[in-house]
């Protein structure tokens, strides 16, 4: 017996089966694309947010029209920690509003089902679309806004339609626009109107006009009338108030998701779809091109980037001091790109090969540039972290490609605001660790991460109280509980504290005396400042090897020497890792100084310095980004290819 | 030991009658761990319930309040009062007892208990601005008032509710007129900036920037008989310690004083010493003497000079000084050394004289003039008769102590301070005892009383109003939304 015959035994149509097997493997596969091509992405909105459990938190949530959808938002966004169990909430949310869709517009979904995927899959290109612009979110919860705003929406439409006592109909209407706008904002009032419009083309109940009339009255009334007991918001935001906010001049990108879904819910109960009967070719084409559509708008419109991908995966490993992971991430997704760089490479070569004109071929190598993998800024500087965390960074930070790619955004955001509590922190500078804590909280409210910086911070500085501050509210989150207390019980213990992770390795860089200073927002030059020019006399070891990473960025000579002989004076100068020796023998043959013979160098860094310049003879380098990558075949793993070859480094 | 052994007796049978607990308990001598700390202090009579936090281990807690032959107890490790039995407790006749229990192990245990003494009243309103302690970030900030007798806090202006995007309003410097509200003004920075005025209740904004002048006035004293407003005009920097426990700091590029004449709408200048900064004015309460803090510092002007100040900051030391002036003329005298705190190696900000005009409460630290961030400022007391000056220890903690006002009655000071967690600043009172000592400080309550530990804002610039300020915030705003008039610049009288 085939499978369709055990459905018509279960008295399932085709029609049914169909829609059952979409309305199945639909969210499945959707989950599958969330999980697995998103899960960083998620991780990151989730350590951008905060949901305490506590009465205050959620009251002061109502000092803004809205603030308690944005605080629903945020409890169910605590649950992206595990990106697993907050794909499935929000799958969930999205079948959801499937199926109220459907109740709700009968006329529209009945013969073409499919139309009702519609709203779920705008909330999908919202949510996944969001990109770098997950930093800019001012609005608490706002991952899930739109999903709860809309379900909001639908449920009243359906509990209208069902009410055929007009006076229930008002007052729920009423309701809707006031205690709507109370809890809701803008989704308020969007639920009376919507519902005051479906009623009115209510087939199934008499058509009520005075239904819309009370809700265009109270829908743009009482918002106009609350918004006087507010002081959080201004009045030209009263019909926008409970959309999402971004911290950008134009809204318009970020709230379009949400106005196409209003659109849709006001226009659906207008639309009816005629002479396609369910089940009929033509409509199963129908249905099949809605599917298709859709998907392949998710799939445009989703934000795709590896880069930021790898950026948020090595930022969450890095919360977890996994720095062999922070470390592993950058490798893998350079071993992914090996491929494509091939294809660039041999694509452009036969490019170049066709043109002998010096300017064609500038030409022709600026417009591959782009096609070579290059890392962000961000994950430059996270694995400089990592690698320094591990104690290996004299031996391998050139071994992983450098740059500088830009980020795939439209929008201005400054790398402190993106990382500054993390690298400062890490550095072993946590008051400007502490300060963009602050400064992030201000712009986009407080979160699992700048409070657990924050808390981080104060430990490394031993102010106990504020660190206890700090802990006290992440004790009273779901999923950063148990990291609190664990630091709280480090408290007051200033050994225990040093000899724990991380601070064993931060505590021993924060030996420099102190000064005053303002990093302008740009926190790798003012970190390489830091530790190239303000060495105190106290310095340590590990501050000495800081600043040995930071001396080798500058690319200066003069001050890679100064330097190196602090390092030789407080680490063992008999074992000198390898790109300390590829700089001192570069260096010293820029510079024709054989002071540094008595050193003992590995034979093979002195080989391969010999046969680097072996290699520039055979093959001059007449443009550095043209030459960079078969130089970086050969010698991509050295300073000198570092030194020669990334050049003018924009630094953040 | 009676009266204690008296009221746990009658606390027991209390709970007893109650709770079904059993009658017996042990003693403990010591006083119980609370947050905030309100064990044996000196209350307003009219002052809100304090509620705190019994820290205690415990399964059960009993917290019993007695006051003549009135008690009151409350089950759990909140002692939260309502306020209709907190008036009763008040009206009691005596002082109030607090006796906190614990239950653990199947036995209770009594604490030593404390008393809350009821002291003369307090204004009933405070207003501060809410902030957050950060660099460049000033998104969200408003000035509040809050009802002393109540719980009840409302927002007198919020920057949320016209700032926009990149326009982005820092709101500061809220003040009044001899603690009454029909005359008091706060300032607008940047976006829509300007200094707006509520002038016998009528709202104005001005702009008080002139040619001649630094900037727009700063630091406010409104002169108490004549319609006049001293202020700072001050061109100020901020800066971030590397290590510094200080974190930050704030520091004078420049700064003057200028007077503002109301009715003329003008502006004179009080000192402009091009080799020294003055700052924070206060009037005495005749009128006829301005205090303020001046340091002396040279430096070329020009781009450098940012640098030079902070690298300076910690060998810039604020004196205090005081200056005659005649009301009635708009004539000044000549500055007076008062306080020489460079001779000390100190530096003296925020002067502040009690309403009867016999005491000058200021903070001093060791250096600048921003006190909020320098965790050795403390708060001093000179007598203005003999010029003699202590520290009030009874008051100070190791943590900062800046901002402070009197009451109206000088009865009560109300300053800000660090000492709960080192960054955010909370407000404490104290009353002033008749032999001229402070009573033990306590944060100002709350009905949550885990509410300044969670907090995460600071409370800043605390001035008691005897009245609220019953202009709402929308029509702040609408005004703040105006063109701001300018003033004229007017020539300094000297006697």
Known sequence: MNASGSFKKSGLSPIKIKRILSDTLLPAAFLLFMVLGFRYTLLRIESNSLFVHDMDYMLSSFSIPGGFIGWAGEFLTQFLHYPWIGAVIWVALAVLTVKLVRTAYPGLCDSLWALSYIPAVILSIYCLGAGYGIFLMKSPGWFFIPSIGTILVLCTVVLCRRIALLPVRWIIIIISASAGYVLAGIWGPVSALTAALSCCQASETKRDYSGLVIALVSSIGLPVLLHTFYTTFRTDEIFTVGLPLINFEKQLPVRLPCLLLILFMAAAPFVRIRNNRPGTHKTDIIQAAVIVISAAALFFFSFRDRNFTTENAMSAAMDRYDWKEVADILERAEKKSAGSDERAYSRRTKSIGNNSRMNDIESIVDRYSTRFYEPTRIMVLYKDVALFSLGTEAGSMFSYRDGARKQKRHYEIPIALQAGKQLYFYWGLPNYSHRWCIEESVEYGWSYSTLKYAAMSAISMEEWDLARKYLDILVKTLCYRKWAESQLALIPDREAVQAAVPYNTVIPLMCYDDRLSNDQAIIETFIMNHFTSHRSTQATPQFDRAAMLWALRTQDIGLFWITFLNYLGSNDPKSIPRHYQEAAILYSNLERNTGIQSLPFDRQVRESYDAFVNYEKSHPVRNISESAYPYSKRFGKTFWFYYYFIRGQETF | ?495
Request: neutral net charge; contains cysteine.
């Open chain 2, 1 to 495: 030991m009676k009266r204690a052994l008296i009221h746990t007796v009658a606390a027991l049978l209390l709970i007893s009658c109650g709770t079904g607990i059993p009658g017996s308990s042990d003693e403990k001598q010591s006083l119980p761990s609370i947050f905030p700390d309100y064990t044996g202090i000196t209350i307003p009579a009219n002052i809100a319930p304090m509620n705190f936090r019994i820290l205690e281990k415990g399964e059960k807690f009993l917290t019993v309040f007695s006051s003549g032959n009135t008690r009151v107890s409350v089950k759990g490790d909140v002692a939260a009062l309502k306020e209709k039995d907190w008036k009763r407790l008040k009206n009691g006749g005596t002082d109030i007892d607090v006796k906190v229990m614990t239950f653990n192990k199947g036995s209770w245990t009594a604490f030593k208990s404390f008393t809350m003494t009821l002291s003369d009243e307090i204004d009933p309103y405070i207003s501060y601005r809410l902030i957050p302690p950060s660099v460049v970030s000033y998104e969200r900030l408003s000035i509040n008032q809050r009802d002393l007798t109540s719980f009840r806090e409302k927002v007198i202006y919020a920057n949320s509710m016209i700032q926009k995007g990149d326009n982005g309003q820092c709101i500061n410097c809220h003040h009044y007129r001899n603690w009454q509200t029909d005359n008091m003004q706060f300032h607008a920075r940047q976006y829509m900036g300007g200094t707006i005025m509520a002038v016998e209740g009528k709202l104005r904004k001005v702009n008080l920037k002139t040619d001649s002048t630094i900037s727009a006035g700063v630091y406010p004293a409104w002169h108490p008989t004549h319609d006049y407003i001293a202020y700072s005009t001050n061109k100020t920097h901020q800066s971030i310690h590397t290590a510094d426990h200080n974190r930050i700091e704030v520091a004078d590029e420049e700064s003057d004083l200028i007077l503002y004449d109301i009715k003329a709408n003008a502006v004179s200048i009080i000192e402009n010493d091009s080799d020294r900064f003055e700052c924070f004015p206060a009037w005495t309460p005749d009128g006829k003497t301005l205090y303020y803090v001046a340091a002396d510092y040279k430096a070329p002007f020009g781009p450098e000079r940012e640098d030079k100040v902070f690298l300076d900051s910690r060998d810039i030391k604020y004196n205090l000084y005081r200056k005659p002036f005649n009301p009635d003329t708009r004539t000044w005298g000549r500055s007076e050394l008062v306080v020489d705190a460079a001779s000390m190696d100190r530096s003296i900000t925020l002067p502040r004289i009690s309403p009867d005009g016999s005491k000058l409460l200021f903070s001093m630290g060791g250096y600048g003039v921003f006190h909020i961030w320098h965790k050795d400022a403390d708060l001093y007391i000179m007598d203005i008769s003999d010029g003699r000056i202590r520290p009030l220890t009874e008051v100070n903690s190791d943590n900062v102590e800046s901002y402070h006002s009197w009451s109206s009655n000088g009865k009560w000071i109300i300053f800000s301070t660090r000492r709960e967690d080192g960054a955010y600043t909370r407000l404490y009172l104290s009353h002033m005892n008749p032999d001229g000592s402070f009573s033990k400080p306590f944060t100002i309550p709350q009905r949550n009383p885990d509410f300044n530990r969670d907090f995460m804002f600071s409370f800043n610039i605390p001035e008691f109003m005897k009245e609220p300020v019953t202009i709402s915030p929308r029509e702040f705003a609408s005004f703040i939304k105006r063109e701001a008039q300018s003033v004229s610049y007017q020539s300094k009288k000297e006697e």
